[in-house]
T-cell receptor, first 110, second 113 residues
Framework: GQNIDQPTEMTATEGAIVQINCTYQ??????LFWYQQHAGEAPTFLSY????GLEEKGRFSSFLSRSKGYSYLLLKELQMKDSASYLC???????????FGTGTRLQVTL | IAGITQAPTSQILAAGRRMTLRCTQD?????MYWYRQDLGLGLRLIHY???????GKGEVPDGYSVSRANTDDFPLTLASAVPSQTSVYFC????????????FGPGTRLTVL
């Protein structure tokens, strides 16, 4: 089976930096995704890591350590529009199936 | 059509009724997926299809069926709806050749009474 853990809720201040952690246990690891989901909307793709290290994309960065079963999403220069849920998802097996964590609800405050 | 669409947007259904949720993509993606999203449980995979003509079971397939007659369409059918199937349903598609990034439809909010 698979197990993905991430914090349920986080709060951060506008302009600050926040790190959302994700730990996972899986067999046949093929990559890790981060998605953003605003309330009432569909998830949208943020990042994909398949090798160890940091992937940077503008204000968002994602890190992966396969040996530790660990990833984080780093959001810099937080804006109010970043208030959303952030979903960690692991791709595994030969059927290209994603398993999602329950998501971290981030609230950005003034 | 641009991307992936779902219909209906929302539906209230009496228990025991049959219901088909529609999903269509125009990106020529080979793989398609159906998820349900419930508060506190996150997105859970119901069924998937890696290519037209094939389907597979996900984490929570009971009470649901799918078909994949062509590349673009992937309908999800509830043969006899029950209140526990009240949820938000998302369809997604991906291309194996493009890092398997999944693109999601806007969702269908289904209430079974």
């Amino acid at each position: 089976g698979q197990n993905i853990d991430q914090p349920t809720e986080m709060t951060a201040t506008e302009g600050a930096i926040v790190q959302i952690n994700c730990t996972y246990q899986t067999s046949g690891f093929n990559g890790l995704f981060w998605y953003q989901q605003h309330a009432g909307e569909a998830p949208t793709f943020l990042s994909y890591n398949v090798l160890d290290g940091l992937e940077e994309k503008g204000r968002f960065s994602s890190f992966l350590s396969r040996s530790k079963g660990y990833s984080y999403l780093l959001l810099k220069e937080l804006q109010m529009k970043d208030s959303a849920s952030y979903l960690c998802a692991v791709l595994s097996g030969t059927a290209s199936k994603l398993t999602f964590g329950t998501g971290t609800r981030l609230q950005v405050t003034l | 059509i641009a991307g992936i669409t779902q219909a209906p947007t929302s539906q209230i259904l009496a228990a025991g009724r049959r219901m088909t949720l529609r999903c269509t993509q125009d990106m020529r993606h080979n793989a398609m997926y159906w998820y349900r999203q419930d508060l506190g449980l996150g997105l859970r995979l119901i069924h998937y299809s890696n290519t037209a003509g094939t389907t597979g079971k996900g984490e929570v397939p009971d009470g649901y069926s799918v078909s994949r007659a062509n590349t673009d369409d992937f309908p999800l059918t509830l043969a006899s709806a029950v209140p526990s199937q009240t949820s938000v349903y998302f369809c997604a598609s991906s291309s194996v050749s493009a890092n398997n990034e999944q693109f999601f439809g806007p969702g269908t909010r289904l209430t079974v009474l």
